[in-house]
């Protein structure tokens, strides 16, 4: 398993402050990785990007051959959580991973807590041990 994102998720390859247009042209090849799990969103959400090209960009991320997981972004206001959940905005080869949307604490009012990071990490090696 291999974790891509922002620079919220530990243990990932990250790219700290980077949105998804940003991303994708530089996207490293990893597409031989049986799982792929993506942390990608918040930057974009927060400066102003549009919804309708945040869920483009994030169906232009190179897949995992066998899982590909996206991280729904923290901190977003419900409408946000409501558009993960519509079908049709992004294609069904993701696996949505909500851990952080209900109970995301900051240590300063972005970045996760150590708590917070664990709770995912735990969700993320439940993951990798299913594998």
């Keep these: 398993m291999i974790i891509v994102g922002c620079s919220l998720v530990k243990n990932s390859i990250s790219f700290p402050g980077i949105k998804l247009a940003e991303y994708i042209p530089l996207q490293i090849d990893i597409n031989k990785e049986d799982t792929i799990v993506y942390s990608f969103g918040c930057n974009d959400l927060n400066s102003g990007v549009t919804y309708d090209e945040v869920f483009s960009n994030y169906n232009k991320l190179i897949r995992g051959k066998k899982h590909t997981y996206l991280i729904v972004p923290p901190l977003q206001p419900q409408i946000v959580y409501d558009k993960f959940i ?46």
């Design 86 to 131: 519509d079908s049709e905005l992004l294609d069904d080869d993701f696996i949505l991973l909500f851990i952080w949307c209900n109970d995301y604490k900051t240590i300063d009012g972005l970045h996760p807590t150590e708590e917070t990071v664990h709770k995912l990490e735990n969700e993320l090696n439940n993951i990798n041990s299913c594998y």
